[in-house]
């Protein structure tokens, strides 16, 4: 099975700074457009940087699950209007604590938040399989997120269809209805069999649907993928073995492939159809455990390598990923599964993969007994992750934790982690190519606000559009175009800002007083431009 990204042997000793040189940002200065768009295709250097600069480059985001009513929507029976107030209201929240990605489950049971072709309205809309909430959630759930800059990642569950055994209470035209053999139940819950390639394509197919007709900016497994075991129970899929099974005389090793012909067709059909939007999953903490295999990690917990059957290492050093985001949801110093010990451990596996690792963080936890009593657990996480330089990020399970036990906890986070803006992480193997620098009008103020409207510069054929745009703020005489380096400091970025369908935007920032702006435009892989004009709004009268 071939990759589908170029692996990237990453240096992370230091803060890479797509920098120009000194000749080339003088030319900055003067060049006319087409100059100044093959400038920003910026050198690479090294950047010094202090161990008190936080990241400039991070993930930082929330699922915010459908199952269940865990999220959003909250509860069954909701106004269409109510759905929305309290999406928004979420996305708010989201974006006041540091926030750059949300993670929306719209595929929770093989239904969807979508008028799709493939599969019914979700129940836990409505409260009724295929009832039409009278809006498009997703449409809606995108574009209000892009208008406060968060990146929008499609959250799916493949093959779970239902959360109880009976058939008969799936909509009528369900195609596991349809399909009766396509399924399995266990557990009192019905799945799509992964060992039915006819079920595996479908699947596809229905999740396929939302990337190609809607603006995601990333497709999301969680960690379901084979059904989690019921004590002295086996998987009912002993005729889809012998059917399906030819070449392989282990069963598990079979399940495993299924679920890898999975994960590589997905991630093909996604980069295939957009390359720029991310795939990722969020596996279970623990591959497996050193006593089993001596490429384990050194814990004693559940093996997701052999009791679910997702071999998520062989994801990452197969390329198939652009991110992983497992699911550490144990304290530090827990000893059956701590958690420093499995920071490193997936370090260690996606080093030299570019793939980006971005830690499950267990806010839902937050005021449980034991280490989890202490709101600073959290934070410690972060404060633990900050001596991984190969950790890119975090992402909270869940938004209704971050508004409820874990309130204090995220303040304590927003306090010493997220008190400026990061952009998000960038894939190193893409090249240098970047937007041309932007044109940044006369700043205005109002309010005791900076208003700066945006557009896109001009540049030469090819260069990519602008996606969003960073505002940066210095005081004196601090020029970016004169020393690079500056960008590399996330505390000097007064701003984010998406674009909009012409690369346009209006950037509101606080007044603090006299200061200059320059401004940055980022395409949809997150390559940087070099910075705009300088922007220095005039003198208040008052």
Request: aromatic fraction near 10%; glycine fraction near 8%; charged fraction near 25%.
């Amino acid at each position: 099975m071939a990759n589908h990204r170029r692996p990237a042997s990453t240096t992370r000793t230091a803060v890479a700074c797509t920098a120009l040189t000194t000749a080339l940002t003088a030319s900055l200065l003067h060049a006319p457009p087409a100059a100044a768009a093959e400038d920003s295709r910026r050198a690479p250097s090294v950047c010094e940087t202090s161990a008190q600069t936080p990241p400039k480059r991070q993930m930082r985001g929330e699922w915010i699950a459908g199952v269940h009513n865990i999220d959003w929507p909250s509860r069954q029976g909701m106004t269409a209007q109510e759905q929305r107030d309290e999406l928004t209201g979420l996305y708010d929240e989201a974006r006041a604590n540091g926030l750059n990605a949300v993670f929306v489950q719209i595929r929770p049971t093989a239904d969807a938040f979508w008028p799709s072709p493939h599969e019914p309205w979700s129940r836990w809309l409505t409260g009724e399989q295929g009832g039409d909430p009278g809006y498009d959630p997703l449409e809606f759930a995108v574009e209000q997120a892009h208008a406060r800059n968060l990146e929008f990642h499609g959250w799916f569950n493949p093959y779970r269809v239902a959360l109880h055994d009976d058939l008969d209470r799936l909509a009528a035209d369900h195609p596991a209805r349809r399909n009766p053999d396509w399924v399995f139940e266990y557990g009192g819950r019905l799945y799509y069999d992964p060992g039915v390639p006819e079920a595996r394509a479908f699947v596809i197919e229905a999740m396929m649907h939302a990337v190609d007709n809607y603006d995601l900016d990333g497709v999301h497994f969680d960690d379901y993928f084979y059904p989690y075991p019921v004590s002295g129970v086996p998987v009912p899929d002993q005729d889809t073995f012998a059917e399906h099974g030819a070449g392989f005389e282990d069963i598990a090793n079979w399940r495993r492939h299924n679920v890898d012909l999975l994960v590589e067709g997905m991630s093909r059909a996604v980069h295939e159809a957009k390359p720029h939007v991310r795939f990722g999953v969020s596996p279970f903490g623990i591959w497996r455990n050193a006593s089993s295999d001596p490429d384990g990690s050194a814990t004693r917990g559940f093996e997701s390598y052999d009791r679910i059957y997702a071999d998520s290492r062989r994801w990452v050093r197969q390329g198939w990923l652009d991110y992983v985001n497992p699911q550490i949801y144990w304290e530090i110093g827990l000893d059956v599964a701590d958690y420093a010990e499995l920071v490193g451990w997936w370090e260690r596996v996606t080093a030299g993969t570019g793939t980006h690792l971005y830690i499950g963080q267990a806010a839902y936890k937050v005021g449980d007994e034991g280490a989890w009593s202490d709101p600073g657990e959290l934070s410690a996480h972060l404060n633990l992750n900050r001596d991984h330089p190969g950790v890119d990020g975090d992402v909270f399970f869940s938004a209704t934790s971050l508004r409820t036990n874990a309130a204090k906890a995220m303040e304590t986070v927003v306090e010493e982690h997220y008190g400026h803006p990061a952009l998000m992480p960038l894939d190193e193997d893409l090249g240098d190519a970047a937007p041309a620098p932007p044109v940044a009008e006369a700043a205005v103020r109002a309010g005791g606000n900076v208003l700066i409207p945006v557009s896109p510069g001009e540049g030469a054929p090819g260069l990519p559009a602008p996606a969003s745009y960073a505002v940066y703020a210095f005081e004196g005489d601090l020029d970016p175009r004169e020393d690079p380096c500056l960008l590399e400091d996330p505390r000097s970025i007064a701003a984010t800002v998406r674009a909009d369908a012409y690369g346009r935007a209006a950037v509101t920032v606080p007044d603090p007083g006299e200061r200059t702006y320059y401004v940055t435009a980022l395409d949809r892989f997150h390559r940087e431009s070099a910075p705009s004009a300088p922007v220095r709004p005039a003198r208040s009268d008052s």
